[in-house]
Structures are given as C-alpha cells and as structure tokens.
C-alpha cells in the first residue's frame, strides 16, 4: 500500500501569492478494469458521486436576459439554467411535473412560459406552474399553486453555471477549495468562447480524466511529426519533463499540474532560431526572437517581464493579479469529478467528460476553448484547433466519433481511448500500475470511492 506523501516531484517552488496546497496520502487503493466496464459499479458511482457534486454546465453570459435559458444533459438528467427577472440564474430538472415529459429539447431559447408539448402545462421561467389544461378536473385539486419544476442548486463562478443535485450540498467555494482564489486572478467571467466541439466517445468518462491527470502520455502520444526541426518543438516553449512539473492535490480532490514554459531551448529550429509558436509570442510582446539565439533559457523571464510591464496599458487588466509563472506556464487543473483545463494567461482550454446516459463504455465529451477580451485588442485568437479571428461567431459544433477533427492535439489522445476501454474488459488486465507522476490518478480515484462509500461530501 502507498501512504507516504505524494510531493516528491514537487522540487518547483511558486511565488509567495500562489499558496501551496496540501500534502495529500494515497491509500494505494487498486484500481481494477472494471471500473470502466461494470454497468453496476456506473450505477453505483451516479446514485452515491454524481449528484452530490457541483458540476460546471452552462455559460452565464450566453442566457443575459430574463427568460433566456440553456440545456445540458448529465448522464440520465436533463438540466434547464434560466435567467430570472431580478438578474439571477435558476436551476431546474428539464422534466414536466404532470407526467415526466421534457420540456425542451433544443440546446437554448427564450421564453415567456415553457409550455409542455404533451398536455400544454406551462411553468414560469421561475418554476411556478401557471396553467393545467382542465384543471377542474383533477382529483387532488388545481395542481397550479402546488406544483412546480423541481429545483437544483445553483451558483455562478468564473463565468460559468454550476449545479448541485444535492440540495444539502455544501458552497460552491468551499467544493472548489484553493481552485477558487486561482481561477479568481483571470476574470474568466469575461471571457469569450472561440471553439466549441462536442462528440461521443466509446470509453467510459474516467479514461478522459486519468489522461488529463498526468503528463507521462505526453512524450509519446503528442510527440511531434512533420520534419527534423517540427519534431523537436514543444508548444510555446513548454517543458514537460515530470522532474521539472509541479504536481499538486487539493483536500477537495482536485488536481493541479504546472509545467514551465516560454523556454526557447525546446522550440528551436535546426538553424538555432527559436520556432513557432514561441516567435510570434515573443514579437506579439516586443521582444526580438534574435536576441535570444544562444540564450533560450532566458526567454521565459523576458516573456513574464514583458507582460508585467505593457500588459495593463493594452488593456490586459486581470494581468495585475497574476503571478510572475501564470504568464508563461501551463497550469493545467483537473477538477473533480469532470472537467479538466489547460489555463494560460488568455486561453483556457475546456475539457470535460459527461456520463452516457446508459451505457458506462461511452461518455460525451467537450473541447472548447475561451480567450481573455482586452480593450482594443485586434489579433487573432489561438486555439488547439488553429487560429480564429477575433471577432468571429463561433457555432458549437457537435458531430459524431471521427466525422470531424476536434483538434490536432485532441484528436492524438482520443486515438488512444478505445484501445485502453478494450483492454479494461479483458480478463488479461489486473489493475493499474501507476508511477510517482501519476499520483494524481490514484488521487482521483480515491476520492470517487469517498464518494462511494458515503465519506464525502460535508453538509453545507
């Protein structure tokens, strides 16, 4: 069993307005195939993990009028986000009170009264029921005035809608733990998605999160291809050796990996320069790639020293909370139990991975990417699927398994997840066998069977 403290690839030190956060101890729980295969432990994991966690789900900014709404389907739940008249947001299950029809289907709307197409049934976007056909004719009474849609807890943070399913459940803040002050520093409300891509997957959820929750795939999965000098480049500069990446593990259950990047040493081109995207980073700041032939190890400092100094003037205002290491590492938070992101000092690249709604071998999954708004900015916008023009009016785009990229990067790691769900069904495969770097796997599933076994979450 494993229970020394899971920090010994912890040797980077933060700067003092970046906490540390706590040493965790690992049980050494195994974690066996069925995990991913059992339609009885998929049950299980719903009923006692699902719906007593805060689960991100809807864009605050893309319902801003009273009456606006979104959707967004949770395994077998149906969830209905609606802008209210004083300004707030609500939540409620998208399911008729009179005989459990949904009541939309589309993705969003507006509406005055969602109307059920079954019997005509209408409810307020508050939740009350206003109209019954014949509703003299009812044994119990006129269900106006006593029934409405049933309600779920409800926050907004960073931008986004989070639900409950627990209505005993505890604050928003106090789930995410030290993720709430991090995330804080970005003003990610003001953030505008860029893309937006959504398919099913045939493996269950969790082999998304495991893949999100260590960098040791990195080196062979998303080694790069194309000619002598491509190869040998690492995306703005990243360094992802697990010697050098800080690995961190919140009481909550989530996950924080910091790999340092803005190093010209790994983006070089066979002639010395320093390659892209890192040059046009460096001149989008000032800073002549020239400069530093010979001395990439210096790049890094000149990046973070640079935005420090003219990223308030080009209206990057959230930069005066930032950390000196948030504006050239990637720090990439897997938070539990869904969704993971990749988190720049103007991208934030969305991860996350929803239940089917029967079926424990496949899960939906989502690749969007957010980027910060400055005043006056023009440039264009990069994302894990190209470039996109600042402006531009992004559609989300849902399609099925291998009918379209959903980003070269993306589509590498998904390559992969079948294979491993069809070696989690074999009797050949015993349990995981996992390396320092891949604590926070096991982190993850332990906290599941927290949940599990009834220990998580506290009341609020």
């Known amino acids: 069993m494993q229970d020394k ?106 509406v005055k009264r969602f109307v059920c197409k079954y019997h005509s049934w209408a409810f307020q976007p508050d939740g009350e029921l206003v109209f019954a056909q014949d509703a003299e004719d009812f044994p119990e009474g006129n269900p106006c005035g006593k029934l409405r849609l049933e309600e779920l807890r409800c926050e907004e943070f960073a931008g986004f809608i989070w639900v409950n ?66 190869r040998k480049r690492m995306h703005s500069g990243v360094d992802t050796n697990y010697k050098n990446t800080r690995f961190d593990m919140s009481d909550e259950g989530h996950n924080r990996m910091i790999m ?12 010395g320069t320093i390659g892209e995207p890192l040059n046009s980073i460096m001149h989008e700041w000032g800073i002549n790639p020239a400069d530093y032939v010979g001395r990439g190890h210096e790049t890094r400092a000149a990046l973070q020293q640079a935005k420090r100094a003219q990223g308030r003037q080009r209206g990057y205002t959230h930069y005066a909370k930032l950390a000196d290491e948030q504006f050239t590492d990637a720090f990439h938070y897997t938070l539990f139990p869904n969704f993971a992101v990749s988190l720049w000092s103007d991208g934030f690249h969305f991860l996350r991975a929803r239940p089917h709604p029967t079926d424990p071998e496949q899960c939906v999954f989502d690749n969007w990417w957010y980027a910060s708004q400055p005043d006056g900015e023009t440039a264009p916008v990069r994302t894990t699927a190209g470039i996109v023009e600042r402006d531009a009016q992004v559609e989300h785009e849902v399609f099925a398994p291998g009918e379209q990229s959903m980003g ?12 491993q769900q069809a070696g989690f069904r074999s009797r050949g495969y015993k349990r995981a066998y996992l390396s320092g770097q891949e604590s926070r796997i096991r982190r993850y599933h332990e906290v599941i069977d927290e949940y599990m076994e009834g220990a998580r979450p506290a009341s609020g």
């Open 260 to 271: 340092p990047g803005g190093y010209a040493g790994v983006s070089l081109n066979e002639d």
């Open 5 to 110: 403290q899971t920090a010994e690839h912890d040797n980077r030190t933060l700067s003092d307005t970046l906490p540390d956060w706590p040493r965790q101890h690992l049980r050494g729980n195994p974690l066996a195939g069925e995990r991913y295969t059992s339609a009885e432990f998929f049950a299980r994991e719903w009923e006692q993990m699902w719906t007593r966690v805060w689960l991100l789900l809807g864009r605050a900014s893309e319902i801003p009028g009273p009456g606006d709404w979104q959707r967004e389907d949770v395994g077998p739940e149906s969830i209905l986000m609606v802008r209210q008249s004083d300004g707030s947001i609500k939540a409620f299950y998208n399911v008729c009170q009179h005989r459990g029809n949904r009541l939309v289907t589309d993705p969003q709307g507006s």
């Open 165 to 230: 399913m627990d209505p005993h459940c505890a604050s928003l803040k106090s789930f995410l733990g030290p993720v709430w002050d991090d995330w804080s520093r970005y003003d990610l409300h003001t953030w505008k998605r860029y893309l937006a891509r959504t398919t099913t997957l045939p493996c269950n959820w969790k082999v998304v999160l495991d893949n999100f929750n260590e960098s040791y795939h990195v080196p062979t999965v998303h080694k790069p291809t194309g000619t002598p000098e491509e």
């Open 408 to 419: 070269r990067t993306i589509d590498q790691d998904i390559e992969i997840f079948p294979l």
